[in-house]
């Protein structure tokens, strides 16, 4: 079973423009929500992280917004860059006590930004 | 800091033949270590996880073993590969990132697989 649901699948966007990326979880013991992005050939590395006491986390151009209620995340890239052309995971987890540590991932989503 | 190491970088092996992909972590005792692998254009599935040395839990049934011989050190094996366990392997361990206890996923480079 999908723990986190991640849509779409690729996205592409003219440079300048706004991504967004879309994440669904089931799980409300679910308390750390972050984003990865991976480039071709390398390792995912965390871009920015949210926890459901906030509604929105902004870090330059990132931002998450989170919705408690409907239990969704997104991520939005503002004035799109090439260089931002990656593979976007977004992830939860249960942190507060938890001795096992693991990451629930969405499946990816694939942006190109055209220049 | 804390690094982590993985190697090869890219391997390509002969159907039946065995493997071994090691991972190791620098600048932190006792992680939590994971294997996960990436099949093309698709997300990251966990395969295995370990919370201490010789503690091994196993998400997938697979093909695949894991060992950890020692406190940082991760190992994935296989004893006859099959052209289905192609793919880009990642070893991962998790940090507690700030005094909040927010942790974050820290991830090697990257094995690409390629079983012929």
């Known amino acids: 079973q999908q723990q986190v649901k991640q849509s779409p699948q690729s996205l592409i966007v003219q440079k300048g423009g706004i991504s967004i990326i879309n994440c669904a979880y089931e799980n409300t013991a679910f308390d750390y929500f972050p984003w990865y992005q991976q480039f071709p050939g390398k390792g995912p590395a965390l871009l920015i992280a949210?926890?459901?006491?906030?509604s929105e986390k902004k870090e330059g151009r990132f931002t998450i917004s989170f919705n408690k209620s409907a239990k969704q995340f997104s991520l939005h890239i503002m004035d799109s860059q090439p260089g931002d052309s990656a593979t976007y995971f977004c992830?939860?987890?249960?942190?507060?006590?938890?001795?096992?540590?693991?990451?629930?991932f969405g499946r990816g989503t694939q942006l190109t930004v055209w220049p | 800091s804390q690094t982590i190491h993985q190697w090869p970088a890219t391997l390509v092996q002969p159907v039946g033949s065995p493997l071994s992909l090691e991972c190791t972590v620098e600048?932190?005792?006792?992680?939590?270590l994971y294997w996960y692998r990436q099949a093309a254009g698709r997300g990251l599935q966990l395969l295995f996880y370990?919370?201490?040395?010789?503690?091994i839990s196993s998400e997938v049934p697979q093909n695949l073993s894991a060992s950890r011989p020692q406190d940082r050190q991760f190992i994935l094996s296989s004893k006859k590969l099959l052209l289905s366990d192609s793919g880009f392997y990642l070893c991962a361990w998790r940090g507690i990132l700030d005094s909040s206890m927010n942790t974050e996923a820290f991830f090697g480079q990257g094995t690409r697989l390629t079983v012929v």
């Open positions: 992830a939860a987890s249960r942190n507060r006590g938890s001795t096992l540590g693991r990451l629930y």
């Open positions: 600048g932190t005792s006792n992680p939590n």
């Open positions: 949210i926890r459901p006491d906030v």
């Open positions: 370990s919370v201490g040395i010789g503690q």
